[in-house]
């Protein structure tokens, strides 16, 4: 208690000191002058900024449960969805066709990503960017450098007018506007598609097209090329194929004796393609194009790519996934993942580190202790896993 009154006492003795966040978003001027941010600019916008409480809470928080991904694509490309994104397919139709025109992408997966970060402009986050930047800058536990850009790309958004800095919304990570543009990422990939000389994604519908259509292809989108195929693989099939890495081309998993869930040719049988279990063996395999990769680019997670890939599917028309789901599994939590990493490294099978994180390294070591204990090598951390290496 005693201590307590002496650190409110120091306090109260020092009331013209600026506080620590006062001082850390003052110490990035340098950043912002790099960035084209005028002093004037920098002194009205940072006048008064606190951090916001919402964004510090949530980014130190890590989920220990991880949601198994068909609970995920559910929610992701639900009817609702897939209707809500049918409904904007036609009512921007002459937008996106103009785009995907001059873009070379698929209007579908532009409305699907739309879709999937703001719910078609629904949900586009109450915060301001420039504020929860300045929080991630002074606040964060990692990448300082990363979300000073950040904060110092948003101060000169709002200077150049493309939006009133009170408009600026984001998410509590300062991903902006319909299409959810980290300042940097707005700075080298939105457009102006209604030639008014804002690349405005926050108001302008047509303008957040064209920076997620510019997003796609400026990573290598291919027009008119799908993002993977739903497969079925052969009985006795070696799942050890299934890395999600080594591609093969579809005529070649061909010869492997995978063939299309519910039926259907390859309509570009050369095209390369790696193997995936999202759920591991006893869930559903697909085989993936480059294009999913660069979905991957969006939002790197293999279930955020699956999501938007079928829901562009769903919105043309497409069918459900055609195998089951493992529903009965639960996923690792990650304190049991970075269980599964440790018994994985005492026993010669390096993960890359014990965080937690599934990851490549993580992966191969699975399979390379499934294939050495005789089990199926679909290098999935499922709970059987866990209490094998906990029993061993
Ligand atoms: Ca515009």
């Known amino acids: 208690m005693a201590a307590v009154l002496v650190a409110a006492s120091m306090v109260a003795a020092a009331p013209a000191a ?77 937008t996106l066709a103009n785009i995907a025109e001059r873009w070379k992408v698929d209007p579908e997966v532009v409305v699907a990503i739309w879709g999937m970060e703001t719910s ?111 497969v079925v693989v052969p009985r006795g099939f070696d799942h050890g194929l299934a890395d999600g890495q080594r591609k093969r081309t579809l005529a070649e998993w061909s010869q492997l004796g995978l063939r299309r869930a519910g039926g259907g040719s390859w309509p570009r049988p050369n095209d390369p393609a790696y193997l995936l279990y999202p759920a591991g063996a006893n869930g559903p395999a697909f085989l993936m194009l480059r294009n999913f990769d660069v979905i991957k680019r969006y939002n790197n997670a293999d279930a955020y790519a699956l999501a938007v890939g079928h829901l562009a599917d769903r919105i043309v028309g497409g069918g459900a996934f055609e195998q089951a789901w493992p529903q009965n599994e639960r996923p690792l939590t990650r304190a049991q993942v970075r269980e599964v990493q440790s018994l994985l490294t005492r026993r010669g099978y390096s993960t890359g580190g014990v965080d937690g994180q599934v990851g490549p390294m993580t992966r191969a070591a699975i399979r390379a202790y499934q294939k050495a204990s005789g089990k199926v090598p679909d290098g999935y951390p499922s709970t059987q896993l866990l209490s094998d290496l906990q029993r061993r």
């Open 18 to 94: 600026a506080d620590a966040f006062t001082q850390c978003v003052q110490s990035k001027w340098p950043a912002a002058r790099s960035a084209g941010v005028t002093r004037a600019t920098f002194d009205r916008v940072t006048a008064g900024l606190r951090p916001d409480p919402k964004t510090v809470e949530l980014s130190g928080r890590q989920a220990e449960f991880v949601k198994p991904i068909w609970e995920y694509l559910a929610t992701a490309v639900s009817d609702k969805r897939v209707t809500g994104g049918r409904a904007a397919l036609d009512e921007h139709r002459a």
């Open 120 to 230: 078609y402009g629904t949900y586009m986050g109450d915060h301001n960017a420039v504020r929860a930047a300045a929080t991630l800058a002074c606040n964060g536990r990692r990448r300082g450098t990363f979300w000073t850009q950040q904060f110092a790309a948003a101060i000169k958004i709002a200077q150049d007018g493309h939006v009133p800095l009170e408009r600026m919304n984001s998410s509590w990570g300062a991903a902006m506007g319909h299409t959810q543009f980290i300042p940097t990422s707005w700075q080298a990939y939105a457009a102006d598609y209604d030639g008014d000389g804002k690349r405005d994604i926050w108001r302008s519908i047509p303008d957040a097209f064209a920076s997620t259509a510019n997003y796609l292809a400026k990573h290598g989108w291919r027009y008119q090329e799908t993002w993977g195929y739903e």
